[in-house]
């Protein structure tokens, strides 16, 4: 049996994650294409991983605040904020409320 590389099944990881997330989006109402969830999800670098990160745990789970982002990543809280207002800037997902009751979903 012939080993795979890890780079290119590292790449054929990020392409099934990128398409799972787009075609979450998608039946979310969401017009978005593939090449637009790759340039929010840039898997050069390990920050741009965050939002690919965040987009699959409101797949997985409709509706998260804060506390369940950090307790489900190894991100700080500053990041995640960073990355759910950029989020929320694009349309990716939705902000409800604000403060300490604030909760994301998809958009």
């Known amino acids: 049996m012939r080993k795979i590389d ?20 998608r039946l979310a109402g ?3 294409s593939n090449r637009k969830v790759r340039e929010i999800c840039d898997p050069l670098s390990t920050l741009a991983l965050a939002p690919t ?3 699959k745990l ?4 409709p ?19 960073y990355h759910l207002k950029e989020l929320v800037k694009k349309n990716l997902i ?8 604030t909760w994301y979903t998809l958009s």
Not at 7 to 24: D, F, P, Q, Y
Not at 58 to 61: A, D, K, V, W
């Open 30 to 32: 969401r017009e978005i």
């Open 63 to 81: 509706r998260l605040k804060m506390a369940d982002f950090i307790a489900m990543t190894e991100y700080s809280r500053d990041l995640l904020k």
């Open 6 to 25: 890890p780079k290119i099944l590292e790449r054929l990881k990020h392409e099934a994650l990128v398409e799972s997330i787009g075609s979450s989006l």
């Open 94 to 101: 939705k902000q409800y409320g604000k403060g300490r009751g």
């Open 53 to 55: 990160k965040i987009l």
């Open 58 to 61: 409101l797949h997985n789970t």
